[in-house]
Each structure stands twice: as structure tokens, then as C-alpha cells.
């Protein structure tokens, strides 16, 4: 089983609608969604879920205010300013501490130094993730909870998941759609993969992200391949982007012109594949095949 991440240096360059797109051609496949912050292949893919396990991505602190003596020693440890007092009174004294869960780091100081043992610390559940089945083959996938962080966490339970059902089920390719950027979530979604893809688009700051994000896949070992979406919109740029990877010895596996088709094909919950058979889908096909031939 070989797999194939598709990432791009930041959101909304087409990278969701072009790994939709692949997964339409793909045979005996599973896919990811590995863009965990703005998961949104499910809205092509269509998955009906099968299975929903909630994801924990650590543990937080929580103060009982029954055994709370309102001292404050917790409130000024805390690094993080999480803890305020004049919580809720408890019956015996006037203050007590709360807890702000979405400044809580987890990092459990607070309760090592409780005097009084009034503060718990329980696994927090920060999202759910999913087993699905779609009209391509099985899907893991998941729902990170509002301003929830772990993200790379998850993104590591995902694709560990995803690889678990591809050799149950024997499948040929992993498909993940991973996150955008250079930060946690991306070093989860690529590492170890056998083949990034980076959509990128000619724009200054798209060739910038891409810099970035080229050096972070080289730096984990891992020979990216460039895919330049809406590479009409700047020619210029793109012949830039172009010869900048030939000196580096990327290949461009896909220049994909400015096309509302993708746009449309998801309005209808469709990939661009079912959509059209259009100059963009030809394009796309010669890009599957590019990776089939890139992984040998
Ligand atoms: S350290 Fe314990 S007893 Fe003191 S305020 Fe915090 S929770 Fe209450
Ligand atoms: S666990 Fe750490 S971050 Fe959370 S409230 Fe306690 S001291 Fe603050």
C-alpha cells in the first residue's frame, strides 16, 4: 500500500477539490481527511458514517468547588492564566476558583499543588472522528471541536487508522487530503508518506508558502511533486514557480488552468472527474498517472 498526501502551503488553493478529484480516479483506495481545522472532503465524498469514536486529545484541569478553599495558590501557579477566582461560591467560603478550559494547556500544575485535592484532571474530549463509507472506497475523517487544538494529534489517529483499514482490506493507495501551512498538523499529515503532492497557485504569496512548505517535506526526507493550480491567472509566475523546481529538481506534475467547473462539480456534490470531461479532468488523469508513476 503506498500513500499519497496532498498538502499545500496554505488554505483555499484548491487542494480539497483536487484531492476529490483524484479519489474519483484512484482504484481500491482509502482516503484521509487529514485537514482536520477545515475538514470539508465530505462535502464532495459524501460519507456514510459507520463508526464515531470520540477523540481525546489530553487531559484538563477542573476544579470541584465543594473541596475548594478558594486559597489561590492554583490561579497564580498556573502559567497560562487559566484559573480565575470568584467562581461560584461553594456554601462554606465567598471564592473559588473556575477553570477557563480553552486557556487550559493540560500541563498539570495546578493540581500538584492543590492543598486541598480539589482539582481534577479528566481526559477532555476536543472533537470526534469517523469510519465512513463513500461511493470510492472507505473514508476516516473527523470533527474537531470549536477552538479546539490537538489538531496534530488527530491528524496522526487519522491516518494511523486510515492505514490500519488499507491493510485489512488490502488496498493500493492511502489518499489523504492534509492541512495546509508548515505547522504541527502538516508534520503529522506527511510524515512517513510515501509521496507529497503540493497544489500551490502563482500568486507572491502562494510561491512563498510554497518555498516553505517545500522545504519542510525535503527536510522530513520526502521528494515533493508541485501541482500549480490556476496557473493561467499569473503565466509569468508560473513559468517562475517552474524553473524554480527544475533548480531544485521537483517535478511540476500538473499545471491546472482558472476553472469555475470545480466549483459547480461541488455545488453538485461531484468531483470535477463526474463532473466534466473537460480539459481540466484530462489534466488531472495525466497527474494521477504521474503519481502512479512516481511511486514506482
Ligand atoms: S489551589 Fe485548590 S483549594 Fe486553592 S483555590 Fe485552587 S482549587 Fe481551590
Ligand atoms: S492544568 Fe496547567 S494550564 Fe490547566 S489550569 Fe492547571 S496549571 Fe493552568
Known amino acids: 500500500m503506498k500513500e499519497v498526501v496532498i498538502i499545500s502551503g496554505k488554505g483555499g488553493t484548491g487542494k480539497t477539490s483536487i484531492t476529490a478529484a483524484l479519489a474519483s480516479l484512484a482504484n481500491n483506495t482509502v482516503f484521509a481527511d487529514c485537514d482536520v481545522d477545515a475538514a470539508d472532503l465530505h462535502l464532495v465524498l459524501n460519507p456514510v458514517v459507520s463508526k464515531e469514536t470520540d477523540f481525546s486529545g489530553g487531559s484538563r484541569a477542573e476544579i470541584i468547588s465543594d473541596k475548594c478553599a478558594g486559597c489561590g495558590i492554583c490561579a497564580r501557579m498556573c502559567r497560562f492564566d487559566a484559573i480565575k477566582l470568584n467562581g461560584p461560591?461553594?456554601?462554606?467560603?465567598?471564592?473559588?476558583?473556575?477553570?477557563?478550559?480553552?486557556?487550559?494547556?493540560?500541563?498539570?500544575?495546578?493540581?500538584?499543588?492543590?492543598?486541598?485535592?480539589?482539582?481534577?484532571?479528566?481526559?477532555a474530549i476536543n472533537g470526534k472522528w469517523f469510519v465512513s463509507d463513500t461511493r470510492f472506497?472507505?473514508?476516516?475523517?473527523?470533527r474537531l471541536g470549536i477552538a479546539e487544538e490537538n489538531s496534530g494529534?488527530?491528524?496522526?489517529?487519522?491516518?494511523?487508522?486510515?492505514?490500519?483499514?488499507?491493510?485489512?482490506?488490502?488496498?493500493?493507495?492511502?489518499?489523504?487530503?492534509?492541512?495546509?501551512?508548515?505547522?504541527?498538523?502538516?508534520?503529522?499529515?506527511?510524515?512517513?508518506?510515501?509521496?507529497?503532492?503540493?497544489?500551490?497557485?502563482?500568486?507572491?504569496?502562494?510561491?512563498?508558502?510554497?518555498?516553505?512548505?517545500?522545504?519542510?517535506?525535503?527536510?522530513?526526507?520526502?521528494?515533493?511533486?508541485?501541482?500549480?493550480?490556476?496557473?493561467?491567472?499569473n503565466p509569468q509566475l508560473s513559468d517562475v514557480i517552474k524553473s524554480e523546481a527544475?533548480?531544485?529538481?521537483?517535478?511540476?506534475?500538473?499545471?491546472?488552468?482558472?476553472?469555475?467547473a470545480f466549483t459547480k462539480a461541488q455545488m453538485m456534490?461531484?468531483?470535477?472527474?463526474?463532473?466534466?470531461?473537460?480539459?481540466?479532468?484530462?489534466?488531472?488523469?495525466?497527474?494521477?498517472?504521474?503519481?502512479?508513476y512516481e511511486l514506482g
Open 89 to 123: 461560591p461553594n456554601g462554606a467560603i465567598e471564592k473559588t476558583c473556575q477553570v477557563d478550559p480553552i486557556s487550559c494547556e493540560g500541563c498539570k500544575v495546578c493540581v500538584e499543588f492543590c492543598p486541598t485535592d480539589a482539582i481534577s484532571f479528566e481526559p
Open 137 to 142: 472506497g472507505p473514508m476516516v475523517h473527523a
Open 153 to 233: 494529534k488527530l491528524v496522526t489517529l487519522i491516518r494511523k487508522e486510515a492505514k490500519k483499514i488499507a491493510e485489512e482490506q488490502g488496498k493500493d493507495f492511502l489518499i489523504c487530503d492534509g492541512s495546509p501551512g508548515t505547522g504541527c498538523p502538516v508534520i503529522a499529515s506527511i510524515t512517513g508518506a510515501d509521496l507529497v503532492v503540493v497544489v500551490t497557485e502563482p500568486t507572491l504569496s502562494g510561491q512563498h508558502d510554497l518555498d516553505r512548505v517545500v522545504s519542510l517535506t525535503e527536510s522530513f526526507g520526502i521528494q515533493p511533486l508541485i501541482c500549480i493550480n490556476k496557473a493561467d491567472i
Open 246 to 260: 527544475r533548480r531544485k529538481g521537483i517535478k511540476v506534475i500538473a499545471e491546472l488552468p482558472y476553472d469555475d
Open 269 to 292: 456534490k461531484s468531483t470535477l472527474i463526474e463532473y466534466s470531461g473537460g480539459a481540466t479532468t484530462q489534466r488531472l488523469r495525466a497527474m494521477w498517472r504521474e503519481v502512479i
